[in-house]
């Protein structure tokens, strides 16, 4: 098992930044990539940013590149995503998420483990 919590949200004005983390235990040795993936009200649970372990095989979705940032600490075995320029579209409950199978992956049914997601709000 892989426990994952993730925390870092708010409530900011638009143009302002925020950075989430997202800490693994448990059998975090078996983790190969890491996701980040946003749910606003009343749609679906959106890819938003992958990295794995090594700090490679990083990619965003199209509407957060430039803005948004992964990264990885693996002596604190935490993600982070930087999100500056932050827009009310970026609104919604952002969860971290890791799978175990393998090193790239942007599907939600490609992902494990699920943190509890963190509430990011932004107003305009």
């Known amino acids: 098992q892989v426990h994952l919590v993730d925390s870092g949200g708010g409530l900011v004005q638009a143009g302002d930044s925020l950075r989430l983390s997202c800490a693994a235990s448990?059998?975090?040795?078996?983790?190969?990539?890491m996701g980040w993936f946003r749910q606003a009200p009343g749609k679906e649970r959106e890819f938003v940013a992958t990295?794995?372990?090594?700090?490679?095989?990083?990619d965003y979705v199209d509407t957060v590149k430039g803005r948004f940032t992964v990264s990885s600490d693996n002596a604190k075995n935490t993600i982070y995503l930087q999100m500056n320029s932050l827009k009310p579209e970026d609104t919604g409950v952002y969860y971290c998420?890791?799978?175990?199978?393998?090193?790239?992956?942007?599907?939600?049914?490609?992902?494990?483990?699920w943190g509890q997601g963190t509430q990011v709000t932004v107003s305009s």
């Open positions: 998420a890791a799978g175990v199978r393998t090193w790239y992956a942007k599907r939600a049914d490609e992902y494990e483990y």
């Open positions: 448990g059998r975090s040795y078996s983790v190969y990539s």
């Open positions: 990295i794995n372990w090594s700090g490679n095989n990083i």
